[in-house]
T-cell receptor
Framework: GAVVSQHPSWVICKSGTSVKIECRSL??????MFWYRQFPKQSLMLMAT?????????EQGVEKDKFLINHASLTLSTLTVTSAHPEDSSFYIC?????????????FGPGTRLLVL | AQTVTQSQPEMSVQEAETVTLSCTYD???????LFWYKQPPSRQMILVIR??????QNATENRFSVNFQKAAKSFSLKISDSQLGDAAMYFC????????????FGTGTRLKVLA
């Protein structure tokens, strides 16, 4: 199957700093990537849809100025948590969509654990 | 709006036995895809199996198979010969073929495998 990497896997930062998380599709091109947030023992919550070469589409209730998304190439999307606060601590997961006919599937990165002190 | 419901928060199965995880969904679309994803303790989401709605034949992948009942909007996952490594959270997901291609996930079922 298709491989999606995510970096870093773990990050601890001080309150008020910004953190960048990278999501890469390693062996395929992804025009669309998704960013999710997952709280313990809960399902995935979609934060935004990232389309290559255009602005991301954010879900209702997600602050676009807080969670900056850039999809600069067909294999890379980044999520920057700006001025992070303890309530931003969570598990962030990206996925890349293979959207060719009859192959519609999302492949997920391994996730990033963010802890804001 | 589309919804996905997993009514079993937790299931247990003896090693080598068979277990079925339930998933129902609601949609007005006629063409869509359904998935089962596994999330082990590492939290890496792993695709287990996918089903195209236009296909009547149930998808199978080794020990994993689905029972897709389109009219009933039901999509259950059967795991045969359960192994300890099957212990994980299992999420059912839906995506339509028109619009944004955002996946809709169920709340998950935690599967425990007993030795």
């Amino acid at each position: 199957g298709a491989v999606v990497s995510q970096h870093p896997s773990w990050v601890i930062c001080k309150s008020g700093t910004s953190v960048k998380i990278e999501c890469r599709s390693l062996d395929f091109q992804a025009t669309t990537m998704f960013w999710y947030r997952q709280f313990p023992k809960q399902s995935l919550m979609l934060m935004a849809t990232s389309n290559e070469g255009s602005k991301a589409t954010y879900e209702q209730g997600v602050e676009k100025d807080k969670f900056l998304i850039n999809h600069a190439s067909l294999t890379l999307s980044t999520l920057t948590v700006t001025s992070a606060h303890p309530e931003d601590s969570s598990f962030y997961i990206c996925s890349a969509r293979v959207g060719r006919a009859a192959q519609e599937t999302q492949y997920f990165g391994p996730g990033t654990r963010l802890l804001v002190l | 709006a589309q919804t996905v419901t997993q009514s079993q928060p937790e299931m247990s199965v003896q090693e080598a036995e068979t277990v079925t995880l339930s998933c129902t969904y609601d949609t007005s679309e006629s063409d869509y895809y359904l998935f089962w994803y596994k999330q082990p303790p590492s939290r890496q989401m792993i695709l287990v199996i996918r089903q195209e709605a236009y296909k009547q034949q149930n998808a199978t992948e080794n020990r994993f198979s689905v029972n897709f009942q389109k009219a009933a909007k039901s999509f259950s996952l059967k795991i045969s010969d359960s192994q300890l490594g099957d212990a994980a959270m299992y999420f059912c997901a839906y995506v339509g073929t028109t619009g944004t291609y955002k996946y809709i996930f169920g709340t998950g079922t935690r599967l425990k495998v007993l030795a």
